[in-house]
């Protein structure tokens, strides 16, 4: 009976929202590992899993009907928590140069600059599609790989060449996709469309 008013209310106690809190802890405890320990490859495992299962809450959340509005917050927030904690992170212990967290950093200025624009004109955000979502996936996935590169002995060999490929390649993604929804936001607001199409 509660699974069916979810999606309605802000449905704080549901199996979701346990498995994005889940995820959400695992951010300091994957900073603890790697800034004061020398557990790194527990450090990789910890941030690949939190990353990784970004897409578990959103199809428990659809199988079992549990869809709130918290989860529709929360989620894309942790992921882009993840993104930036481990971004931060890895440029700080010097395992990813300034230039390249910069370019991550002003993708993401656009993306918040680009929401901002669309709720001035009384849009939604546009709705996450696939380019976006394989931006972010396969972004997050070199950080891990880049982990065991840096900080792992005997590693750097097969770990550096997959981890900058996955990093470059996820960094041209994540622009396309900003770019992709830069273009879906500036039609919305030069033809005014009715927002009822818009993602709730």
Request: charged share 10%; with cysteine; hydrophobic share 55%.
């Amino acid at each position: 009976m509660s699974n069916t008013a979810a999606p309605a209310g802000w449905g704080v106690w549901t199996w979701p929202n346990l498995v994005t809190a889940i995820r959400l802890a695992g951010i300091p405890l994957f900073c603890y590992l790697l800034l004061a320990t020398e557990y790194y490859w527990q450090a990789a495992i910890v941030l690949a899993v939190g990353g990784g299962t970004d897409w578990v809450d959103g199809q428990l959340a659809r199988r079992l009907n549990q869809v709130s509005k918290l989860g529709r917050l929360l989620d894309p927030f942790v992921d882009r928590l993840y993104i930036l904690t481990s971004l931060l992170a890895l440029t700080y212990v010097g395992l990813l140069p300034w230039p390249f967290t910069i370019a991550v950093l002003a993708r993401e200025a656009v993306m918040v600059s680009m929401v901002l624009v669309l709720r001035f004109h009384g849009y939604a955000p546009p709705q996450v599609h696939f380019l976006g979502k394989s931006a972010t996936a396969v972004l997050f996935m070199s950080f891990p790989v880049l982990v065991v590169a840096g900080l792992v002995s005997n590693a750097d060999t097969w770990a550096a060449p997959l981890g900058w490929a996955l990093a470059w390649w996820g960094l041209g993604l994540y622009w396309m996709a900003a770019a992709v929804y830069v273009r879906q936001a500036a039609k919305l607001v030069r033809g005014d469309r009715p927002r009822s199409h818009a993602a709730a």
